[in-house]
């Protein structure tokens, strides 16, 4: 799937009144920067590579994504479902994080640096 066919899905379903949903959707090295998702079903999706800066996914289901090196730089995730996602080597730098649920969620080697991350979940450790 690329930025366009995305984008038309979630411009679809907000006419609808619907969530957009983009779950299980091969998103893999799509350029999403500054793309609206709030609310959106991403659950299961691949975004590894993805270019999601300053994307505002607020309030987005994102558990179990693959989000492996997806550049999250200045994205909006704020109350974001981000359980049991793949967060290694993702770029989070100044992303807002704030009240996201990130339980299991797989931060080793992430960039976190400058991250707002208040009121977030992040105590447990994802169980293998």
């Not at 989000?67 to 909006?76: E, G, P, V």
């Not at 640096?113 to 994802?126: D, G, M």
Request: aromatic residues 8%.
């Amino acid at each position: 799937m690329n930025r366009e066919e995305a984008l038309e899905i979630i411009s679809n379903a907000r006419v609808k009144g619907e969530i957009p949903n983009l779950s299980n959707a091969n998103l893999s090295g799509v350029n999403l920067s500054n793309a609206d998702l709030r609310y959106a079903n991403l659950s299961d999706a691949d975004l590894r590579y993805a270019d999601l800066r300053y994307a505002n996914l607020s309030n987005a289901n994102l558990s179990d994504a693959d989000l492996r090196h997806a550049d999250l730089r200045y994205a909006n995730l704020s109350d974001a479902d981000l359980r049991y996602a793949d967060l290694r080597y993702a770029n989070l730098s100044n992303a807002n994080l704030s009240d996201a649920d990130l339980r299991y969620a797989d931060l080793r080697y992430a960039n976190l640096s400058n991250a707002k991350i208040f009121s977030s979940w992040v105590l447990q450790k994802k169980e293998k």
